[in-house]
């Protein structure tokens, strides 16, 4: 009687595999998504503040934009995505912004997240 009972579950295994695997790789690449999203939102703002530093610096929003693109350029996970980066000038203070739209993409699809930073700093005194 113990081996038929051990023999009529072999495919027991197989089927909760089945099961569980799929909201496994959900999860996983919900993950993987999340902290490529992350990664690349601290990318931003980092290049935000290098090129709010380098543009308060020379008193130039050029040099800002130029910085900060060249950043983004270097680090960012890029999956067929553009970066828009502003710089402009308001009283004393010099304003850089960075602007990305992410493809995510889902077991049905893909979707689009936008992820932006912006700095500030004061423009030194020559």
Do not use: W
Request: net charge neutral.
């Amino acid at each position: 009687m113990n081996a038929r009972l051990s023999t009529s579950q072999k495919g027991s295994v197989l089927v909760e595999m089945a099961i569980i695997l799929p909201v496994f790789l959900m999860i996983f690449f919900g993950m993987v998504t999340f902290s490529i999203a992350l990664y690349n939102k601290t990318i931003l703002t980092i290049a935000t503040r290098e090129g709010a530093r380098a543009g308060a610096i020379a008193d130039d929003t050029d040099a800002a934009k130029s910085i900060a693109k060249s950043f983004c350029t270097d680090n960012l996970i890029f999956f067929d995505s553009t970066v828009v980066i502003n710089a402009y000038i308001s009283s004393d203070y010099l304003h850089v912004t960075a602007r990305m739209k992410s493809p995510v993409y889902f077991i049905l699809g893909a979707s689009q997240l936008t992820l932006s930073a912006s700095n500030l700093m004061r423009i030194e005194e020559k």
